[in-house]
């Protein structure tokens, strides 16, 4: 069983930075995935990016060029931070991470482990 808790989430304004965190504790067999989503007020829940259990990192679209994973292998844990640049009203939600064994996936229905939520408003 793994828990996620996320910080780092705030206000800031339009081309600002914000730099979150997953914390992780507990443990789980296999490879793990771990991925961050987002939920904008009225909006469906979105996928934001991943980093694989080797390091590898996905990003959607609308935050490519704009957002960065990075995680220190050294620690041997799986958490890891999540770099927001230039950041525009649109990303503003609440930014929860995630977590599944085996690969990574776009859709939240097949993440097991969720953290509760960091806000992050751009204005």
């Known amino acids: 069983h793994v828990q996620l808790v996320e910080s780092g989430g705030g206000l800031v304004q339009p081309g600002g930075s914000l730099r979150l965190s997953c914390a992780t504790s507990?443990?789980?067999?296999?490879?793990?995935?771990m991925a961050w989503f987002r939920q904008a007020p009225g909006k469906v829940r979105e996928w934001v990016s991943w980093?694989?259990?080797?390091?590898?990192?996905?990003?959607a679209d609308s935050v490519k060029g704009r957002f960065f994973i990075s995680r220190d292998n050294a620690k041997k844990t799986l958490d890891h931070q999540m770099q927001m640049n230039d950041l525009k009203p649109e990303d503003t939600a609440m930014y929860y991470c995630?977590?599944?064994?085996?690969?990574?996936?776009?859709?939240?229905?097949?993440?097991?482990?969720w953290g509760q939520g960091t806000q992050v408003t751009v204005s």
């Open positions: 995630a977590a599944r064994t085996f690969g990574c996936s776009t859709s939240e229905s097949l993440y097991t482990y």
């Open positions: 507990g443990s789980v067999d296999g490879t793990v995935c």
């Open positions: 980093i694989t259990h080797v390091g590898s990192t996905n990003f």
